[in-house]
């Protein structure tokens, strides 16, 4: 089962995002509509409201009217968000009771306002962020929802900006006044991202990399990238592992500025490989399986030295992602680390690795030949950062 989170702020057009998603085959759990169920006359929610409220928040006929709670709350931080205590906890239950009884080979979107505000973007395995300008958002509020330009105001400016949605969103969907096109968008991400996502985690396979070489100009947007795929790799170990398990991003594209593979390198550390292998089921839940196989670093600094590892990919055909579970304190957790850090704080260094992969790229067109081609340079650059390492006391991150 895929797990799919889709928000976007008021007036952005989700709705019809989800009901295009529903007619591909999606199984949708509508928040909204769930935090109507949940206060319905008679719930503990809305007695709880009214206990919180007063009286004035209900009608005549004793339901909740709407309305008049918006009024309460909207422009009040403190009583927003002691609404959202009472709805959230109820309308989350109602959720998991909901994808747990869909079937195994379901694609669950689940169609949450306010996906991002409550922090839930790393619980899902993807996170879908429906995007429009707000001109645009403030008309559709205004025509179709009868606000005041007032009204709309204040309810964009009380949640997230799209800069915070930006970061959350695995893919943003650009939503103007063209229907037809969004319906393009969303039947393109279902045939080419999400059906083949699902097929993937069922079966526990990573996606396959290329063996052609592609080095790429560096990409601002690779850290933030890396920051949500450690965000719900942390989410998934919650409760699996201790505290002493860190997560990195490693690599070239932790470097800025240094040009790479669009490959996201990740490092989990722990005690033990014993450890790594407990850590398996919950990593591939979340959709990062086991890679089958031997994995080991070289030993950098120890001539003909191996260390062993296990090594993760990514199921989702969006990500391209080598995720490294290694020993804490062995040489090769020591060594990327270090050499990130290094690469980072010495641009002379950076450079010269910029250089070494542009010459042994027009060597080695597969990525095998090329990284062995690396070996020699690797080997060079532990000496330096070695150096560098005790002249300045760094220490890795744990």
Request: hydrophobic share 45%.
């Amino acid at each position: 089962m895929l797990r799919v989170g889709l928000t976007g702020g008021i007036g952005a057009g989700k709705s019809a995002v989800a009901k295009r998603l529903a007619e591909r085959g999606a199984v949708i759990i509508d928040s909204d509509l769930l935090s109507r169920e949940v206060v319905e006359p008679g719930t503990g929610g809305l007695a709880e409201i009214v206990a919180a409220f007063g009286d004035g928040v209900l009608t005549a006929e004793g339901a909740l009217d709407r309305p008049a709670l918006g009024a309460r709350v909207f422009g009040d931080t403190a009583a927003r968000r002691r609404l959202e205590k009472i709805i959230h906890p109820r309308v989350r239950a109602r959720a998991v009771a909901l994808t747990h009884a869909a079937a195994p080979d379901a694609i669950v979107v689940n169609d949450v306002p306010l996906l991002v505000e409550t922090g839930l973007a790393p619980s899902y395995q993807l996170v879908i962020v429906v995007m429009a300008d707000r001109a645009v958002r403030l008309e559709r509020l205004t025509r179709i929802r009868g606000l005041s330009e007032a009204e709309a105001n204040a309810r964009i400016d009380a949640q997230a900006d799209d800069q915070q949605r930006r970061a959350a969103g695995d893919v943003l969907l650009a939503n103007g006044d063209d229907l037809d096109a969004l319906h393009a968008r969303v039947d393109e991400l279902w045939r080419d991202r999400l059906v083949e996502f699902e097929r993937n985690l069922r079966s526990g396979r990573s996606v396959r990399k290329s063996p052609e070489l592609r080095i790429v100009q560096p990409d601002p947007g690779w850290p933030c990238t890396a920051d949500r795929l450690i965000a719900r790799i942390r989410h998934a170990l919650d409760g699996h592992a201790g505290d002493h398990v860190g997560v990195h991003h490693i690599g070239s594209t932790a470097v800025p500025g240094l040009p790479a593979k669009d490959i996201i390198d990740l490092m989990i550390g722990v005690r033990t490989l014993e450890e790594a292998d407990a850590l398996a089921g919950p990593l591939g839940a979340a959709g990062f399986p086991q890679r089958p196989g031997t994995w080991s670093d070289h030993a950098h600094g120890i001539p003909g030295g191996t260390w062993p590892k296990r090594l993760h990919g990514c199921a989702d055909p969006g990500y391209r992602v080598n995720l490294h579970v290694r020993v804490t304190g062995s040489p090769g957790w020591r060594f990327a680390l270090l050499m990130r850090d290094h690469l980072r704080a010495v641009p002379e260094a950076r450079d010269s690795y910029a250089a070494a992969k542009a010459r042994l790229a027009l060597d080695h067109q597969d990525r095998l030949g090329y990284a062995d081609a690396k070996e020699p340079w690797f080997e060079a650059e532990a000496i330096a950062a070695d150096d560098w390492a005790i002249a300045t006391g760094w220490q890795p991150e744990r």
